[in-house]
């Protein structure tokens, strides 16, 4: 049975990096895009990042250019439009594939896991949101409608963050 420590992906300035760096934090995996109408939903992360990074939490982002070609920029074009527009501070890393053929490991991973609220299955559209726990393992899934502030998202997060 795989964790998230398992993986390893681009990060948005071309290098690998294993996932095992979040080793004994909270993480949310979200796939992001510029040009959607869920984008706002950057400033709602980088509020819960900002709330949240020094008790054990990370956000990593994961730009996705399969919904309706709402991420077609490059990885510098996606990271300027980030910190530009929403100071984006948490990881992001380079565009991938969340769902199909070319589907990145950590997506298969992630889309094969039972969890709720939203449960397993391909990815429905930008911002899906996976809240991992501290042991690597995933403890919910959250629809990309779903605010990263909601009660739903914080409610999960605190009760990860207090999980020893």
């Known amino acids: 049975m795989?964790?998230?420590?398992?993986f390893s992906a681009r990060n948005i300035e071309g290098n690998e990096r294993k996932l095992s760096d979040f080793k004994d934090q909270v993480c949310l995996i979200v796939n992001v895009a510029s040009e959607c109408g869920l984008t706002?939903?950057?400033?709602?992360?980088?509020r819960l990042y900002t709330q949240y990074r020094d008790h054990g939490?990370?956000?990593l982002g994961f730009p996705c250019n399969q919904f309706g070609g709402q991420e077609p920029g490059s990885e510098e074009q996606i990271q300027t439009f980030c910190r530009t527009n929403y100071d984006v501070e948490f990881s992001m890393f380079s565009k991938i594939e969340v769902n199909?053929?070319?589907?990145?490991?950590?997506?298969?991973?992630?889309?094969?896991?039972?969890?709720?609220?939203?449960?397993?299955?391909d990815i429905a559209w930008n911002f899906a949101k996976f809240l991992i726990g501290k042991d690597g393992r995933l403890v919910?899934?959250?629809?990309?409608?779903?605010?990263?502030?909601?009660?739903?998202?914080?409610?999960?997060?605190?009760?990860?963050?207090?999980?020893?």
């Not at 997060?157 to 020893?164: F, H, N, P």
């Open 2 to 6: 795989s964790i998230l420590w398992d």
């Open 40 to 46: 706002p939903q950057y400033d709602g992360l980088q």
């Open 100 to 121: 199909g053929d070319a589907r990145h490991p950590l997506y298969d991973w992630l889309c094969g896991e039972a969890s709720g609220p939203d449960g397993a299955g």
């Open 140 to 164: 919910s899934r959250f629809a990309p409608a779903v605010e990263p502030c909601s009660k739903d998202i914080t409610s999960a997060m605190d009760g990860a963050l207090t999980k020893s």
């Open 57 to 59: 939490f990370e956000i």
